[in-house]
């Protein structure tokens, strides 16, 4: 039977809410009086539709119902979760909580999403205060996992544990929040470092833009993986969190911040977070966390230089001074140069079938730059879609090994491309890579001719390679025998 | 001619400086007086050595050569850069540049990767001022690609576009602080961030492993990627930054924090942070800054499921949650059943060839569990490899499509495998993949018969796919006529 949730207040975090529950399948009943609420869910159904299906690796179940309505009394009937996401002020809050428990199911969860206010101060004058707790997302909501779940001393365990099981089963995490404080947890970071960016813009030390450069080329990074303790954990090295806290400590005495009320680092507190840090990480080694880490901050960059972004960016221009351009294209033409990155590799630092596909297709990339088929060219209308392709898996290779694949090529003649790639460690053959490859115009995304300067190109080098001597394997089908 | 750098202090900083030089083909000569520092560089050298030559997607240039040395003067002789990694005490370091100012060519830069003091506290009593300069990295240095770049009035230009280019070269960034203050720009808000985690921690509100899931599952991947304004910018929606600190500001003033000295938030102060938020982002609207930031989230996410780090590790508990057995294995088997993630699509949407392979090597995966070839199985010795592939690509298809994968078994004797899937979106045929697979001992690399279990399960299999119609398209080689 399909689940239902009110979503009361449709902005950008009501809207987040209402695509999380309607991709997860739910039904979602949404009350906003603004005549703005419509379109604007509609456009965060519409982001959350490309992004969030595909972060999970199996099908989501069938996308649930959405519908509007005019009063808070018929969004919440049979709703099992409330969620309430309202401008930040007590009183209307207090005004929405009471119109909802007027009506909702006595077993219903209702949330809130405020950043600010603690769960006592939500649940003040309520009918049955024990149903109402914090549930602080984050924006996106329908791509974050992460919600703040806190609650009052008039909450019973029950309602915390099936709303933490709920948060699960949209695919998110529940941060069973210990004590309820103003502003939970992540949002007094937030605030700290929001003030101090204040500061840096106002002193002129930074604008906006340096500032977002000195967090997503740092430890913006760091993060995204491990936090704060377990990468400070890492900076201690073998010596450990005791020892980070002693060489970092006194810092938070210097004059660096305009803030000074700093705790006392008293025996006990270093105590405290050793052991804590130890119960969070003790189970592994100061070098395997490195290693995680690494790994980690591997797979993110890789990610930011698939959409030129940030660090990605940084990358992705060093590559382009890095590169050189093959001398002589009447022989074989190194086509890939390049060392296994961490995230091509599986957890034994063996190359993954998909990535020897992965490195044949930017040797094929780099073959189309060479004749001319290069973002220009692909910008004015014509490409080539490859049609087919044979591989044969020959030998291992592990990641930092270096790699290089030679390419030449069969054949060149009018809409078809035939390549034959060969991928080697030194001397070493890893695996051979066949395409056919056809000419295409992107307007039909039909077979076409390439333009003249292509075909010249490419006649020229099919006719030097067609002296070269043919490599071992071409031609063959899947499991025949040689 | 092959460039050389002197490393001055060789711990977890100037190890990291040691090998980010060295993999981009530098000669390093080291100076620590430690009895450790060689085997401690060779750990940091050796992590490098993993990680960072895949990060770029060219090859890098040979590895420079590495040497420690005894005294200052003969490892700075010759060096162009010069990196002093000491610790953070101010009277060691001047006399530490007092000596290196001995010995060094004239022309050569000092960088100090000093987290606090300003280089108008470094350059005191110096020889030769306008020679050093703060080069602040962040850890770990091989794999991030920040620096802040501090000058003070005694460094003229030049150093500084000098400096500037050889960190690019590097692969790194150069972020050139516009006036220094103490601790320059990212140690400031890690400072802030640091003190509120300790009060957290004191007051019982959170552990550090709750602190750090705080960060890691929520704003610490917006920050990975985008940083802090352009993500409040987001957050402000199409009414902009001036909006979002109207929303926001006041929370400055509440009683959220232990620290509460708070810039004044003066039209004046709106101004300039609107104004640099536009001159920052102001060429992409709402819309395509929310589509970016979707598009690196699900790269991060999904480069985290790999490694089942944090974000990812919840999102790796959900799918199984998510996943459904398939009920008659005696029909094609669905073996994937999923939407197409945007990291495997490029600009236009449209699925990248490698990530076909993906989806198959997926399906492949996912027909070993069902015959018994799972974890536990391969912990114990034995496991398929693909020795040969055959894909056609025959219709293509965009992100957050739902596409599914029926595997057909041709073959599963002895050690021997052979595999069709045919990949649909709906009823429309996507791309075929045959596979030709060995079972091989891991122990040896090489091919033997698997366990009883499995080979029962196959069979089985096998049999029953023996009797359905055989798929168009099986046995082609590349090319061939139809």
Redesign the interface.
């Given at each position: 039977m399909t689940r239902t949730a009110a979503i009361i207040g449709g902005?950008?975090i009501g809207g987040g809410w209402a695509a999380r529950f309607l991709l997860m399948g739910w039904n979602v009943k949404v009350f906003d009086p603004s005549p703005e609420a419509q379109r604007k869910i509609a456009?965060v159904l519409e982001?959350a539709?490309?992004?969030m299906?595909?972060?999970?690796?199996?099908?989501?179940?069938p996308e649930g119902s959405l519908s509007f309505h005019s009063t808070i009394a018929e969004a919440v009937a049979n709703a099992e979760w409330i969620q309430e996401s309202a401008p930040?002020r007590l009183d209307i809050k207090h005004k929405i909580f009471a119109e909802i428990q007027t009506d909702c199911a006595s077993d219903a969860i209702i949330g809130s999403s405020t950043?600010?206010y603690k769960p006592s101060e939500l649940q003040e004058g309520a009918r049955s205060p024990g149903q109402i707790l914090v549930a602080h997302p984050?924006?996106?909501v329908y791509?974050?996992?992460?919600i703040?779940l806190v609650k009052s001393p008039k909450n019973g365990p029950q309602i915390v544990d099936k709303a933490s099981d709920i948060i699960?089963?949209l695919?998110?995490?529940a941060?069973r929040?210990?004590?309820e404080?103003?502003?939970h947890?992540?949002?007094?970071?937030?605030?700290?470092?929001?003030?101090?960016?204040?500061?840096?813009?106002?002193?002129?030390?930074?604008?906006?833009?340096?500032?977002?450069?000195?967090?997503?080329?740092?430890?913006?990074?760091?993060?995204?993986?491990?936090?704060?303790?377990?990468t400070y954990r890492?900076?201690g090295?073998e010596a450990g969190m005791a020892h980070f806290i002693e060489q970092?400590g006194p810092?938070?005495e210097?004059?660096?911040?305009?803030?000074?009320?700093?705790?006392e680092?008293t025996d006990d507190?270093i105590k405290?977070?050793a052991d804590?840090?130890d119960?969070?990480s003790g189970d592994r080694s100061i070098?395997e966390l490195?290693?995680?880490?690494?790994?980690?901050?591997?797979?993110?960059?890789?990610?930011?230089?698939?959409?030129d972004?940030?660090?990605g960016a940084?990358?992705n221009?060093?590559?382009l001074?890095?590169?050189?351009d093959p001398s002589d294209l009447t022989r074989p033409i190194e086509t890939v140069?390049?060392?296994?990155?961490?995230?091509?590799t599986d957890y034994n630092g063996h190359m993954?079938?998909?990535?020897?596909?992965?490195a044949f297709?930017?040797a094929t990339d780099r073959f189309m730059e060479i004749i001319g088929c290069d973002a220009d060219y692909i910008a004015s209308g014509g490409s080539y879609?490859?049609?087919?392709?044979?591989?044969?898996?020959i030998d291992?290779v592990h990641?930092?090994s270096?790699i290089?694949v030679d390419t030449i090529c069969l054949?060149g003649e009018g809409k078809k491309l035939?390549l034959f790639h060969e991928m080697y460690e030194s001397g070493r053959l890893l695996a051979t890579g066949?395409?056919?490859l056809l000419h295409v115009s992107l307007a039909t995304?039909k077979p076409s001719p390439p333009g003249p300067v292509v075909e010249r190109k490419l006649t020229e080098i099919a006719t030097d390679h067609s002296e070269l001597p043919l490599p071992e394997g071409i031609?063959?089908?899947?499991?025949?025998r040689r």
């Open positions: 902005g950008v456009e982001n539709r490309r992004s299906p595909g972060l999970f690796d199996v099908a989501l179940p930040e950043s600010g984050f924006n996106p791509l974050l996992p992460l703040e699960g089963s695919g998110m995490y941060l929040v210990r004590a404080i103003d502003a947890i992540a949002d007094r970071f937030l605030e700290a470092v929001w003030r101090e960016a204040l500061w840096l813009v106002k002193d002129g030390i930074a604008t906006t833009s340096e500032i977002d450069d000195a967090i997503r080329l740092g430890f913006g990074l760091r993060w995204a993986q491990m936090g704060l303790f377990e890492i900076a090295g970092f810092a938070l210097w004059p660096w911040t305009k803030l000074m009320d700093v705790p680092l507190l405290t977070i804590q840090s119960a969070q070098r490195e290693r995680d880490r690494d790994t980690n901050l591997v797979g993110i960059l890789r990610a930011l230089k698939a959409t972004a940030g660090a940084v990358l221009a060093a590559d001074d890095l590169r050189k140069a390049r060392a296994v990155p961490l995230d091509w993954n079938e998909a990535r020897y596909l992965q297709g930017d879609f490859t049609a087919e392709t044979h591989i044969r898996h291992e990641a930092g270096r290089r054949l035939h066949e395409h056919f995304r031609g063959r089908a899947v499991g025949q």
